[in-house]
């Protein structure tokens, strides 16, 4: 998984991206919740899961960035508590090619090849992934696209034998 603090504004554009290789983990699981906190010399990122019936997701968003982004902008605070992110079946992972997260102020939470599951894992392995919906083959485009072919056939094929229908009455027989 990789991730990336970005922020846009009208003035400046800036991007943070966390090495895997410098950041720590903690947390906790609880029965139907769970939380875990990424650290790194820079800042936070924490990730605050939810059970409800038969599903786990990220309902808490938060992050800490002391880096200059953009100049004159060295903290960076987000947090967002109203959310349904992350999304999949109790016992199942989320996966998820890329996903940005708008976090207010101009600063998103980008995470990209993302696999993750909380509570409910089977021998400390992640279980069947459910895709994220960009990730979700959508065939409307194609099903709309071939239906309009077919009637356009249909359509030509009727005029065709329509036309070659009216040519021959205007002939008599000999």
């Known amino acids: 998984m990789a991730l990336q603090i970005r922020l846009i504004t009208k003035q400046n554009n800036g991007t943070f991206i966390v090495q895997p ?24 990122i924490n990730f605050h899961f939810n059970k409800s019936e038969d599903m ?7 992050f800490n960035l002391k ?37 207010g102020n101009g600063l998103y939470l980008d995470v990209t090849q993302a696999q993750m599951q909380a ?3 089977q021998n400390g392995n992640f279980g069947k992934p459910d895709a994220c ?9 194609a099903i709309a696209v071939g239906v309009t072919l077919l009637v ?12 070659r229908r009216r040519r021959t009455d ?3 027989s000999l």
């Open 21 to 44: 290789s410098k950041t720590d983990t903690e947390g906790g699981c609880m029965k139907t919740n769970a939380e875990i906190k990424l650290k790194f010399q820079e800042g936070f």
């Open 56 to 62: 786990v997701y990220v309902d808490a968003l938060s």
């Open 67 to 103: 880096y200059p982004l953009v100049k004159g902008g060295m903290e960076y605070d987000a947090s967002n508590t109203s959310l349904k992110l992350f999304s999949a079946r109790s016992g199942h992972s989320y996966s998820c090619r890329s996903q940005s997260v708008y976090m």
């Open 119 to 121: 509570l409910d894992l």
């Open 133 to 141: 919906p960009a990730d979700q083959p959508d065939y409307r485009v």
């Open 152 to 163: 356009l056939i249909v359509v030509v094929v009727i005029v065709y034998l329509l036309g």
């Open 170 to 172: 205007g002939y008599q």
